[in-house]
């Protein structure tokens, strides 16, 4: 715990240094993001309105740029998967993202941002908690940017559907995989233009078997092609009236990603289970304080 919360200063200091601006946490919301894998509805009843929990901030944060041009939030998440991924010592119920979005950004810009973050992170980390990585035993490596890059089509090629975990397990530094098929990821995330079918996103693995650090990448912000994809889900358009009517009177290009607080403490900490990273976890399947 006192690596985590340290986790969480040390985030915020570099992001503010960098010109970013905080946003408080948006936790109930008609809009919250869909993702692209299924979970359980979790919403409540407030004046006879239904609110959505977020499952993530994707939708505020591109509206949040109509006012301000680089931010981030420390966003609690609920996300109430199958209860079989508690298995998998990465999934939490709830767990805390640190979403970013920068205006007029480009995928390059924000690939560049992580980096220097994540390294600049763990400098610090290992500079002034020495001794609790020795407590736990943990050799943390300083990695090199740039990250290597492998596209969405080479990794699948290689090793197939569990290619995420094979990659992890394989790596010694962190890996980004980008240019992820349009079918694999929510309507949100921009079709790159140049190689149609296919997103300009990425995603960063961890080394070590660790899985995966973050996701991200540009939006689209053009309502006829927001339309377009949400209609391509075979999704229900009222479903996101809210945010259609805010984008239809124009949205700014912008990208951004959100990285898991609890999965980046378990990765420095070199922890098995993402249980061990929080004091109240709520781990899938199992009733949780
Ligand atoms: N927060 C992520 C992003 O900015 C989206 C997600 O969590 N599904 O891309």
Known sequence: ????????????????????????????????DPLNHPTAAAQVKCYGKTYQLMQSMIFHKQIAMLYLDKIFVFSPNIRIEPSRLRRTGRHLFEFTQLDVEVRNADREEVMKLCEEMIVNVIKSIKREDGDKLEFLKRRLIIPDPPFKRITYKEVYKKYGKKFEIIVSKKADAPVWIVDIPIDAREFYDREDPNNPGFLRDMDLIYPEGYGEALSGGEREYIYERILYRIRKKNMDISRFKEYLRIAKKGLYPSAGFGLGIERFTRFICGLKRIEDTTLFPKIPGRLCL
């Open 1 to 32: 715990m006192g690596i985590h919360s340290k986790i969480r200063k040390l985030f915020a200091d570099y992001l503010r240094s960098k010109g970013f601006i905080e946003l408080p946490p948006v936790i109930l919301s008609p809009i919250t």
